[in-house]
């Protein structure tokens, strides 16, 4: 009951800046990790890897990252490019208004144990799938 509203309303924010959800959360992962592979970023955003060469192909085109030198040329690590960077601190201001708007009036506290609950989910999901 919750996703989808909030899907809709982050996917109408982010085309205020010409980007779609797949390419903010690679965006995210670069900023905040460094440099990642192909590989990397599809086991992170749990997809297969060619939805994740077409979308840093995208984001690639629109001057947001590039591939770094690696001594491998099986992989292909990739990183923000300055415009990159710029862009993502402009999403992030953004995005940060956003989750201030949906979380208002519910305490640091409250967040923190629906933080820990919504964890927990995910390792029952997890765990039940393995089984």
Not at 38 to 55: D, H, M, N
Not at 65 to 89: A, C, F, H, N, W
């Amino acid at each position: 009951m919750l996703y989808r509203p909030f899907e809709n309303n982050l996917n109408i924010l982010l085309s205020k800046h010409q980007i779609q959800r797949a390419q903010w959360t690679i965006m995210y992962y670069l900023y905040n990790f460094g440099s990642a592979t192909l590989v990397e970023l599809s086991t992170y955003q749990g997809v297969e890897k060619p939805t994740i060469t077409r979308t840093m192909n995208r984001l690639e085109e629109m001057g947001y990252v590039k591939q770094v030198p690696s001594e491998d040329k099986r992989e292909k690590p990739m990183q923000l490019t300055e415009l990159g960077v710029q862009i993502y601190k402009e999403v992030r201001l953004t995005i940060d208004e956003f989750e201030e708007n949906i979380l208002k009036g519910i305490s640091e506290e409250e967040q923190i144990e629906v933080i820990r609950i919504m964890g927990e989910i995910r390792n029952h999901i997890f765990q039940r799938g393995d089984s």
